[in-house]
């Protein structure tokens, strides 16, 4: 045995913790479930009633014992006598017609239950599933490929895959053997005995799962060809790519729907424009288009626009990902013309088709705090806006004074209100923290809250910890996922808080401010010959701003800019 120190955090220190890193929004729902399981904690309604009020409801309820007597001595109705039969037969026997004067509507329903929900992926898949003829095995195999989809439409589940669970689902259910039943004393319940004669594909069924090899061919065949015919079907329904392996797979879907539909209609315009030429009618200006289309799909320069396409996703991506159109035109053979019309046609297609009814929701962002302008003076302002405000039920603290109170009662009493006077110091810890921090930032971004973003200045946690003279990991909780308004806008707190390289005239530069300078400077470059990460460096070095070539691309790949090779044009 030994003696020893360690430094551990008691639970109002983790309570206190966690509840300086909540913002409003967290903190009100934790209040909210404190006030839930805590019955010592309780809301103080905004109406807040005078004293008057007050003692004329305490007088009501201390009646005296007489008029308590004198109640219960009084003669109860019969309370058959209490029935209105007119009303009673009016509501439930008279099938004739009422006025909406003579009933009530008890059970209205809310309008919030008419509210529709956003459809999903899956939802307007099946939905375009059910209007269509297939067969069994084709339907649920379609069903397999809608259920394996990702967030981007694409298919994550292997052929080999679906055929094994569409044979787990055209397997009829058993039910597990009786113990000692045909010698099955010695193995576990759940291997299934198979019945005599049942070879292929019956013999492939153990603990839930089938054997591919072990079932017949004829079988798989069959089931490989229904996943296939399904995949089909999925991949041509709205919108036009979903069920795709990889991206390849998923343009050149669309293409070949896309070149479909063109040739439909154009077969369609040219039968109506030779209809009205036989019947010697004067054409249309509509007819005349479609003339003018027709001829335009036999010329071959226009033609070949979906087939370039093609050539160009399946052969060329990575060239086109690249942009080099030299070496994309020397590949397809065609001219730069011819080239540059398929290229602009595959930036129609969408790479990801799932992802328009996989939108994620609106981040809802409520301010903390506030800064505001005052007499020529910023101060900070705390959102309390709807937050309840806490107090402790009197009626508790009087069953602590009353002697006739439980021990047991007393000590479960005590621990409740101990937790809630913890939680309320801490909620005012919080607000502290908060208010002295953002204090701080107010003295320190002066020059930003009067002029915008330029004129940031780079600011430390630690520097800020050191003023108000607590730890930096305080501040960091008591900045961490909060947001401010200022008349710039809104901004994380955290936006303040960067580092800063040596700017012009001696000063430091905010690293926000130096990301916006390389962003600027890509923006404006040429196209045809970017700007190299030296030539960035240089750049900001003439400006003043003293940069490594190093730090230039680590910043440039941090806000997912491609590299000069990736962005150059040819």
Not at 7 to 15: A, D, E, I, R, S
Not at 367 to 373: E, M, Q, S
Request: glycine fraction near 6%; include cysteine; charge should be negative.
């Amino acid at each position: 045995m030994k003696v020893s120190q360690r430094q551990v955090l008691t639970p109002g220190l983790v309570q206190m913790v966690s509840v300086l890193a909540l913002n409003k929004l967290e903190l009100r729902e934790m209040i909210n479930t404190e006030m839930v399981e805590n019955p010592v904690l309780e809301e103080l309604e905004e109406t807040v009633v005078s004293l008057d009020e007050r003692a004329g409801i305490e007088g009501d309820r201390e009646r005296s014992a007489e008029e308590v007597a004198a109640e219960s001595e009084r003669v109860e109705k019969d309370p058959f006598d209490e029935i209105d039969f007119g009303s009673y037969f009016q509501d439930y026997l008279d099938p004739g017609f009422r006025t909406a004067s003579n009933f009530e509507e008890y059970d209205k329903p809310s309008f919030e239950n008419f509210l529709s929900q956003p459809s999903t992926l899956s939802d307007h898949l099946a939905w375009q599933l059910g209007s269509l003829t297939l067969s069994p095995e084709v339907r649920a195999a379609a069903e397999l490929v809608v259920g394996n989809l990702n967030e981007n439409g694409y298919l994550t589940a292997s052929d080999e895959e679906l055929v094994e669970a569409l044979m787990q689902m055209q397997q009829p259910e058993r039910t597990a053997p009786i113990p000692f039943e045909r010698g099955t004393k010695s193995r576990p319940p759940h291997v299934w005995d198979v019945p005599e004669g049942a070879e292929g594909e019956d013999n492939a069924v153990q603990d839930g799962s089938v054997d591919l090899a072990a079932a017949s061919d004829e079988t798989v065949g069959a089931l490989l060809a229904a996943v296939r015919e399904a995949r089909k079907v999925v991949n041509f329904l709205d919108p036009v790519g979903v069920g795709s392996r990889d991206l390849r797979e998923c343009l050149l879907i669309q293409i070949c729907a896309q070149q479909g539909e063109a040739s439909l209609v154009l077969r369609r315009r040219q039968a109506h424009a030779a209809a009205a030429a036989a019947k010697n009618d004067e054409a249309s200006e509509e007819d005349y288009g479609a003339v003018e289309v027709v001829a335009a799909v036999d010329n071959p320069g226009r033609e070949d626009v979906f087939s370039i396409a093609t050539h160009i996703v399946t052969n060329c991506l990575p060239l086109l990902q690249k942009k080099d159109m030299r070496e994309l035109t020397r590949s397809c053979g065609r001219t730069a013309d011819d080239v540059n019309a398929a290229v602009e046609f595959i930036r129609t297609l969408d790479p990801r088709p799932g992802q328009r009814y996989n939108q994620s929701e609106t981040r809802l962002i409520e301010p903390d705090v506030a800064f505001v302008k005052r007499d020529d003076v910023y101060v900070v302002l705390m959102n309390e806006e709807d937050m309840p405000t806490l107090r402790l039920n009197q009626g508790y603290r009087k069953m602590l004074q009353q002697k006739q109170t439980e021990k047991e009662v007393k000590e479960y009493v005590k621990e409740r209100y101990k937790s809630a006077i913890q939680l309320l110091r801490n909620i005012e810890q919080r607000k502290n923290t908060i208010v002295r921090t953002c204090e701080v930032i107010v003295r320190r971004q002066q020059e930003f809250l009067e002029h915008g973003v330029n004129a940031l200045k780079p600011m430390m946690i630690k520097e800020v910890a050191e003023e108000i003279g607590v730890h930096p990991s305080t501040v960091s909780r008591a900045v961490a996922n909060k947001y401010v308004h200022t008349s710039q806008g809104v901004f994380e707190l955290r936006f303040f808080f960067s580092e800063g390289v040596n700017g012009p005239e001696g000063g430091d530069l905010p690293l926000v401010l130096l990301k916006r300078k390389v962003k600027k400077l890509i923006e404006e470059e040429d196209e045809r010959k970017p700007l190299t990460d030296d030539q960035l460096a240089a750049e900001l070095q003439r400006q003043g701003i003293q940069v490594t070539r190093r730090t230039v691309a680590k910043y440039r790949e941090d806000m997912q800019i491609p590299s000069t090779h990736q962005r150059r044009v040819r």
